[in-house]
């Protein structure tokens, strides 16, 4: 969709009218080697089926699946992907330095109508030959996805442009996110205040605060990213766009009384089982 010798229009407004990241334009192959990039397939995919295996057990299973690593190669991986065991321990948010950290508002709050409660997360995305990163925001109560972004970095400002995305429909009560550098940053906390939304972020050691939106990592990865094997940005956010909008309108889900996000999230169908999120006792 973008002429690089387009005659009247840069390449810089091309972006903006079709929404994308100029970065992402020109994404080249990640230079990891094609050793590196096969594991980090490997161990994107055994993370979603078994997200509490830590660094040992992560090398013990890439070591029974014929691999000659060590552990401090798979730190390094897993580190770089930004993975961690969801099992409680010390550190297991790193934030930047010089960042406000908000308390956690969830504990004891029954959820019970749609903007209420959003959360964001990121989740990196292999590929052919190289990856990228995606970050959604979502809806608690409803499941839908509001907004979401691809990059190739994890620099947080295509958080904030995925941000400003989603509060283009109006803004929630509460937002929620990890402590992460992205979410930590003043760029999206002020974001947020000047919507006047309360912001909540996940205590440490508190791993499964964020629950909903691991649960749309894994949908996500099983039904598209891993069946598909994308070669190319343009494939992958095409795809991208295509499921989101297959799982919005039309994927029904258990929980919602086997109805899709937009008829919960926008009061479609009514008739269907009333939804009720109690978070008392929400894994505290």
Same mark, same amino acid.
């Given at each position: 969709?973008?002429? @690089? ?43 979603? $089926? ?10 013990? $299973? ?7 690593? &060590? ?6 991986? @897993? ?12 550190? *297991?948010? $790193? ?19 749609? +903007? ?37 970095? *994890? ?54 605060? +964020?629950?909903?939106?691991?649960? *749309? ?31 919005? $309108? ?5 929980? *919602? ?23 008392? &006792?929400?894994?505290?």
């Amino acid at each position: 969709m973008i002429e @690089l010798k387009h005659p009247q229009i840069s390449v810089r407004r091309q972006c903006e009218l079709i929404g994308l990241n100029r970065a992402t334009l020109y994404y080249q192959p990640a230079t990891e080697t094609p050793l590196n990039l096969e594991l980090l397939s490997r161990i994107d995919q055994q993370y979603t $089926q078994t997200p509490f295996y830590g660094w040992p057990r992560m090398t013990a $299973q890439l070591r029974r699946d014929g691999y000659a690593v &060590n552990s401090k190669r798979v730190r390094r991986l @897993l580190q770089f992907m930004g993975l961690q065991a969801i099992n409680p321990k010390p550190r *297991l948010s $790193q934030r930047g330095p010089a960042t406000t950290v908000y308390p956690y508002l969830l504990r004891e709050l029954e959820v019970v109508r749609p +903007n209420q409660v959003w959360s964001a997360d990121i989740t990196y995305l292999p590929m052919i030959g190289g990856f990228m990163y995606l970050v959604a925001i979502l809806d608690w109560y409803s499941r839908y996805v509001l907004a979401w972004q691809v990059s190739n970095t *994890l620099e947080g400002s295509f958080c904030v442009r995925t941000l400003e995305q989603a509060l283009h429909g109006g803004p929630p009560e509460i937002f929620n996110t990890d402590q992460g550098v992205q979410f930590t940053a003043r760029s999206f906390t002020s974001t947020l205040e000047a919507a006047g939304v309360r912001i909540s972020m996940d205590g440490r050691g508190r791993v499964f605060d +964020n629950i909903f939106v691991e649960r *749309l990592w894994r949908t996500v990865k099983y039904e598209d990213i891993y069946l598909n094997d994308y070669a190319t940005v343009p494939a992958l956010q095409a795809g991208l766009h295509q499921y989101f909008t297959f799982y919005n $309108q039309e994927r029904l889900h258990q929980s *919602l009384g086997y109805r899709t996000p937009a008829e919960v999230h926008f009061g479609v169908a009514e008739t269907g089982a009333k939804v009720h999120l109690n978070l008392c &006792n929400s894994w505290s």
